[in-house]
């Protein structure tokens, strides 16, 4: 496949830092040939200082039609755009913006129903179940909100800012009524276990949980999205748990993603359950 550049091509890109194992410029440029769009994915490397002197730059170019954002700017990218779908004012984090043709940017979240997606494409829908989430960031808060609103029975929230887990799991409980608390990262006795900490993408990483308070049989999800098993889900298998990697949830979330930016797009042929929009 080749990927054909003129003056018409509508330009997409990936904003993040680091971004040597993002795997989304090669999703959407793969999906924009089968689709013949006249459009191209590029990764954007901005350190985090650099952040407003980027926005400024891509502001003033007419063909910019999208942004996909990664870390550590889907939080601060919120000052940058002109409106907010309902999900990401929630979640207070984005990670896609639709540039409009009037000049607006407006942005969005599907880290959360992305993930959910994932695990119900796998088989661990985290309906009716306890689920332990470490880490309250960006894609941590979005994934809270999704798992609560998918029905989770109870979820226990832990991050190294006890403050922002408090306050998460607060927000959970006021806007949907799940069980949500803050603790300890224990992951004893839970059915389903979730890292949305950035632990496991380097090799000498701490565990975001011990392995051994693991029970046999729980779904651990790392959202780390690795060629290799993290060392969390090789000390899971070892466990006997059911283990997901961040592939799903990458390939959930980019559903959602492309459809806000006016893309069909489904990865092996899967689609939203039960028929849903989106």
Same mark, same amino acid.
């Given at each position: 496949?080749?990927?054909?550049?003129?003056?018409?091509?509508?330009?997409?890109?990936?904003?993040?830092?680091?971004?040597?194992?993002?795997?989304?410029?090669?999703?959407?440029?793969? %999906?924009? $040939?089968?689709?013949?769009?006249?459009?191209?994915?590029?990764?954007?490397?901005?350190?985090?200082?650099?952040?407003?002197?980027?926005?400024?730059?891509? &502001?003033?170019?007419?063909?910019?039609?999208?942004?996909?954002?990664?870390?550590?700017?889907?939080?601060?990218?919120?000052?940058?755009?002109?409106?907010?779908?309902?999900?990401?004012?929630?979640?207070?984090?984005?990670?896609? $913006? &639709?540039?409009?043709?009037?000049?607006?940017?407006?942005?969005?979240?599907?880290?959360?129903?992305?993930?959910?997606?994932?695990?119900?494409?796998?088989?661990?829908?985290?309906?009716?179940? @306890?689920?332990?989430?470490?880490?309250?960031?960006?894609?941590?808060?979005?994934?809270?909100?999704?798992?609560?609103?998918? /029905?989770?029975?109870?979820?226990? $929230?832990?991050?190294?800012?006890?403050?922002?887990?408090?306050?998460?799991?607060?927000?959970?409980?006021? *806007?949907?009524?799940?069980?949500?608390?803050?603790?300890?990262?224990?992951?004893?006795?839970?059915?389903?276990?979730?890292?949305?900490?950035? %632990?496991?993408?380097?090799?000498?990483? *701490?565990?975001?949980?011990?392995?051994? &308070?693991? *029970? +046999?049989? *729980? $779904?651990?999800?790392?959202?780390?999205? @690795?060629?290799?098993?993290?060392?969390?889900?090789?000390?899971?298998?070892?466990?006997?748990?059911?283990?997901?990697?961040? /592939?799903?949830?990458?390939?959930?979330?980019?559903?959602?993603?492309?459809?806000?930016?006016?893309?069909?797009?489904?990865?092996?042929?899967?689609?939203? +359950?039960?028929?849903?929009?989106?």
């Amino acid at each position: 496949m080749q990927l054909h550049i003129s003056g018409t091509t509508r330009l997409y890109g990936l904003v993040g830092d680091p971004l040597s194992a993002a795997k989304s410029p090669q999703l959407l440029n793969r %999906l924009f $040939i089968e689709q013949h769009a006249d459009a191209a994915c590029v990764p954007f490397w901005v350190k985090e200082d650099n952040l407003p002197a980027f926005v400024g730059g891509a &502001r003033a170019m007419g063909n910019l039609s999208g942004l996909l954002v990664t870390m550590p700017h889907k939080e601060r990218m919120l000052a940058f755009v002109d409106e907010l779908d309902s999900t990401a004012g929630q979640v207070g984090a984005l990670n896609v $913006i &639709r540039c409009e043709a009037d000049g607006r940017w407006i942005g969005a979240i599907f880290d959360g129903v992305g993930c959910v997606l994932g695990m119900q494409w796998e088989g661990h829908h985290p309906a009716n179940k @306890s689920v332990l989430l470490v880490g309250a960031g960006g894609a941590g808060r979005a994934i809270a909100f999704a798992v609560a609103s998918a /029905g989770a029975s109870s979820l226990t $929230i832990s991050d190294v800012d006890e403050r922002r887990a408090d306050d998460l799991a607060a927000a959970i409980v006021a *806007a949907t009524g799940c069980d949500a608390r803050s603790a300890a990262p224990d992951p004893l006795g839970f059915e389903v276990v979730i890292n949305a900490t950035p %632990l496991g993408m380097k090799a000498n990483d *701490a565990m975001p949980v011990d392995p051994e &308070r693991l *029970a +046999p049989g *729980a $779904i651990v999800v790392d959202i780390v999205n @690795s060629a290799e098993p993290t060392p969390l889900r090789r000390a899971a298998l070892a466990r006997g748990c059911r283990t997901q990697d961040g /592939g799903p949830m990458h390939r959930g979330q980019a559903l959602y993603a492309l459809r806000f930016l006016g893309f069909d797009y489904r990865p092996d042929g899967r689609s939203l +359950p039960n028929g849903d929009p989106g």
